[in-house]
Structure formats: structure tokens, C-alpha cells
């Protein structure tokens, strides 16, 4: 009997009694004689509590099913347990696989950046080579012109000179020639002849002031193609130096957590005569704080900007005491 069995058989015995003493009861107390009879003294049933040992097969059943259950628990415990440490390994494996794409991707991007800037600035250099070899090719020719121009000019100058030289030798050897003749009309001759001599010499001399005056003008007129010149060539240097400084700053940039791209940032700079960096701020978000501060910390990283120490004080107050740039790290 297992012990199921064991632990219905003292109750069911216990109601058994109980009901034999309340029947017995009952027909004592509704017979007869009862109301003659003095009551029987009351009986006092003491209950017995019995107890019935487990066999050894039950134990045995018991225990193996216990070490079963237990077995069981046991496996299921480490079947979860793996289950976690496979998912717990697997999102490891997960993030970083994640992690080495994302610094593949952004070395990648930075490496075609740095590939594209150099791109672009050797083409700029070229154009700019070009350029410059293009307009001291148009300033030689233009000074080649000058001076033949004034080649020109003092030859008609000294051949002018020469004729009127000529003319006045001349005027001269004729009016010798004519003092020793004979003429009656002398003095009418000689008035004539010195109011000749007056308007030759007067248009001689207009001449020479027309050709002065033309020879100052031109000479205006290349001083001022010069300073055009100049200029241009200034701010080309102006603008070279700003693209320096701005690949240096893209260079120096390292990238925001989670940079979406497309963003741009507007920055004011404020530089000493030396170089050096005396203050940036945002003077136009991105709208993105990471990526603004970002700018801000990779203009402060490649400072001093050596570069503008080549200019004048007019052209460094000009361009460079205060200017702004634009900041997109694709461009």
C-alpha cells in the first residue's frame, strides 16, 4: 500500500467508530426500558492514532522520482542557463561586427574625404598655377607693349627734335643767305620768317606736351592695370589660404557619435597677426550640438594658422583679423 492509502485508513476507521457509538446511542436512548432504567454510565472511547510505516519499494519509488524531478530541474536550469549565454554571446557577436562595420564605414569615408580634398586641391593648385602662369604671360606682354610703345614714342620724340633741328638749320643757312643779297623787303623777310620760326617752335612744343601728356596717361593707365593686377592676384592668394586653413580644419575634425551627414556649421574666427587663434564661435548652427561643437574643437585643434603671416597688415586686417568660414566636412 503506498502511503496515499495509508493516510485514508485511520480516518475511515475513526468514522466507522464514531457512527457505531451514535447508533448505539440512539436505540438505548428510544427503547422502552431506557425510561426505567437509570443511563449507563458514559463511555469514554479513546482514540488510537495509527500509523503505518512507508514500505521500502514506496521510499525507493519516492526517491527516484525525486531525483528525477530533480535531474529534470537540474536540465532545464542549464538549458536556460545556455540559452542565455548563447543570446548574451550571439548580441555580443552582434554589436561588434556592428561596431567594426561602423569603424570600417567611417574609415573608409574619412580615407575617400582626405582622397577627394587632395583631389580637389590639386586641381585647385593647377588652376591656380595656370592662372597665374596666364596673367604674367598677359603682364609680360602688356610690359613688352609698354616698352615698345615708349620705344616708339621717344624715337617720333628724337626724330621730331632731329626734323625741327633740321628745319631750324635750315631757316638759318636761308636767312643767312638772304642777309647777304640784296632785298628791299628786308625786314618784312626776317618778321615773317621769326614769326615761321615762333609757330614752329610753338607746335613743336604742343607737340611734345600732347606726347607727354599721352606718355603720362599711359603710364597712369598701366599703373592701374598693374594695381588691378595686383589685387587679383592678392585675393587669389587670400582665397588659396583660406581653402588651406579650411582643409586643414577638415582634417583636424574627428566625427560626432551617430553623424548623419549633410550638416553644415557657419564659424566666426578671430586671428592674430601671427597666427594664432583669439576666439571662434557659431555664428549659424546645424542644429546639431554634437556636431557643431565638433567644428569648434577642430579649428581650436589646427590652430596657429601660419599662413597669413605672409600678408601685409592692410591685406592680414582686411581678410583675416576677422572672417568667417563655412564648415560641411563633405565638400
Same mark, same amino acid.
Given at each position: ?80 542557463? *545556455? *540559452?542565455?549565454?548563447?543570446?548574451? !554571446? ?10 567594426? !562595420? ?23 593648385? %593647377?588652376?591656380?598655377?595656370?592662372? &597665374?602662369?596666364? #596673367? ?9 607693349? &609698354? ?39 628786308? %625786314? ?18 604742343? *607737340?611734345?606736351?600732347?606726347?607727354? +601728356? ?43 557619435? #551617430? ?24 555664428? %549659424? ?11 569648434? =574643437? ?16 592692410? =591685406? ?11 564648415? +560641411?566636412?563633405?565638400?
Amino acid at each position: 500500500m503506498d502511503r496515499r492509502g495509508e493516510n485514508l485508513v485511520r480516518p475511515l476507521l475513526l468514522a466507522i467508530c464514531l457512527h457505531i457509538v451514535l447508533i448505539s446511542t440512539f436505540f438505548i436512548a428510544v427503547s422502552p426500558e431506557a425510561k426505567t432504567i437509570t443511563p449507563p454510565p458514559v463511555v469514554v472511547i479513546h482514540a488510537t492514532e495509527l500509523t503505518f510505516a512507508p514500505s521500502a519499494a514506496a521510499e525507493a519509488r519516492a526517491r527516484k522520482r525525486a531525483a528525477e524531478e530533480e535531474q529534470k530541474r537540474r536540465e532545464a536550469e542549464e538549458k536556460r542557463r *545556455q *540559452q542565455v549565454a548563447k543570446k548574451k !554571446a550571439e548580441a555580443e557577436a552582434k554589436k561588434k561586427a556592428e561596431a567594426e !562595420a561602423k569603424k570600417k564605414a567611417e574609415a573608409e569615408a574619412k580615407k575617400k574625404a582626405e582622397a577627394e580634398a587632395k583631389r580637389k586641391l590639386e586641381t585647385k593648385k %593647377k588652376a591656380e598655377a595656370e592662372a &597665374k602662369k596666364k #596673367a604674367e604671360a598677359e603682364a609680360k606682354r602688356k610690359l613688352e607693349a &609698354k616698352r615698345k610703345a615708349e620705344a616708339k614714342q621717344a624715337a617720333a620724340i628724337a626724330e621730331a627734335e632731329a626734323k625741327r633741328k633740321a628745319d631750324e638749320a635750315a631757316r638759318a643757312e636761308a636767312l643767312k643767305e638772304k642777309v647777304k643779297a640784296p632785298d628791299p623787303d628786308k %625786314k618784312e623777310v626776317l618778321a615773317k620768317e621769326r614769326q615761321d620760326k615762333e609757330k614752329t617752335l610753338e607746335k613743336a612744343f604742343e *607737340q611734345a606736351e600732347a606726347e607727354a +601728356r599721352a606718355l603720362d596717361e599711359l603710364k597712369k593707365k598701366e599703373e592701374a592695370e598693374l594695381a588691378v593686377l595686383n589685387a587679383l592676384a592678392s585675393e587669389r592668394a587670400a582665397a588659396n589660404v583660406l581653402d588651406a586653413m579650411t582643409t586643414r580644419i577638415t582634417r583636424a575634425w574627428r566625427r560626432p557619435v #551617430a553623424f548623419a551627414g549633410g550638416l553644415e556649421v557657419y564659424l566666426r574666427m578671430a586671428l592674430a597677426s601671427n597666427g594664432e587663434l583669439v576666439d571662434v564661435r557659431v555664428v %549659424k548652427s546645424s542644429g546639431d550640438v554634437l556636431f557643431d561643437r565638433s567644428a569648434l =574643437t577642430a579649428v581650436k585643434r589646427a590652430a596657429p594658422f601660419d599662413e597669413v603671416k605672409k600678408f601685409d597688415a592692410a =591685406t592680414f586686417e582686411e581678410k583675416f583679423r576677422s572672417l568667417t568660414v563655412k564648415f +560641411r566636412p563633405e565638400d
